[in-house]
């Protein structure tokens, strides 16, 4: 079955910085792959998410790239802020939309 | 998107007891899955309940510890039966929507002493 793989388990970055957070799958007939961010005592939400048809993604600050060839696609946030402190899950689905969850990256941001 | 309705939002139980978590979606949707999430851990699928249909439950799960309804195609319970200080956890519910994206509950944090 589908594996997905995150990393780091834990990023620190200086407010400003970009901060990167990579996944790997492991079906190649994976073809959906979203992004969470859950603050802490809150339910995880949706930030971005990207399609098999397309490499690239962007929403203001935060980016998703897709490489097919390699199955792994990463979460790319520019310009840290404080509230961009919390933790980041990637996930991938392949069939009956059940998503495979990555372990989770928890974000630090210092001031 | 979708809004979804989950209660209760925490309790604190007695081991031997059951609990039933209720979640409410306001559009109707095919299916709905349980997870549960131990502190600092990632998403655990405890199990897929489709409306009309019985459960479909991972490894590790089972129907007679984690009863699940599925009445209709806007809401859906979990029970947590038996229950023992392993069982603590945060317990959500989701749904998918626009064929993808999965959207959840608040959560419901349960503590068994």
């Known amino acids: 079955g589908e594996n997905v793989e995150q990393h780091p388990s834990t990023l620190s970055v200086q407010e400003g910085d970009s901060a990167v957070i990579k996944c790997t799958y492991s079906?190649?007939?994976?073809?959906?792959f979203p992004w969470y961010k859950q603050e802490l005592g809150k339910r995880p939400q949706l930030i971005i998410d990207?399609?098999?048809n397309v490499g690239e993604k962007k929403d203001q600050r935060i980016a998703v790239t897709l490489n097919k060839t390699a199955k792994h696609f990463s979460l790319h946030i520019t310009e840290t802020q404080p509230e961009d402190s919390a933790v980041y899950f990637c996930?991938?689905?392949?069939?009956?939309?059940?998503?495979?969850w990555g372990a989770g990256t928890k974000l630090i941001i210092k001031p | 998107s979708a809004v979804i309705s989950q209660k209760p939002s925490r309790d604190i139980c007695q081991r031997g007891t059951s609990l039933t978590i209720q979640c409410q979606v306001d559009?109707?949707?095919?299916?709905m899955f349980w997870y549960r999430q131990q502190p600092g851990q990632s998403l655990t699928l405890i199990a897929t309940?489709?409306?009309?249909?019985?459960?479909?439950?991972e490894s590790g799960f089972v129907i007679d510890k984690f009863p699940i309804s599925r009445p209709n195609l806007t809401f859906s319970t979990l029970t947590v039966s038996n229950m023992s200080p392993e069982d603590s956890s945060i317990y959500l519910c989701?749904?998918?929507?626009?064929?993808?994206?999965?959207?959840f509950g608040q959560g419901t944090r349960l503590t068994v002493v």
């Open positions: 559009s109707q949707v095919t299916m």
């Open positions: 309940a489709n409306q009309g249909s019985e459960a479909t439950y």
């Open positions: 990207i399609r098999s």
């Open positions: 989701s749904v998918e929507v626009g064929g993808d994206a999965a959207f």
């Open positions: 079906d190649s007939a994976s073809n959906y």
């Open positions: 996930a991938a689905s392949y069939s009956n939309y059940q998503l495979i």
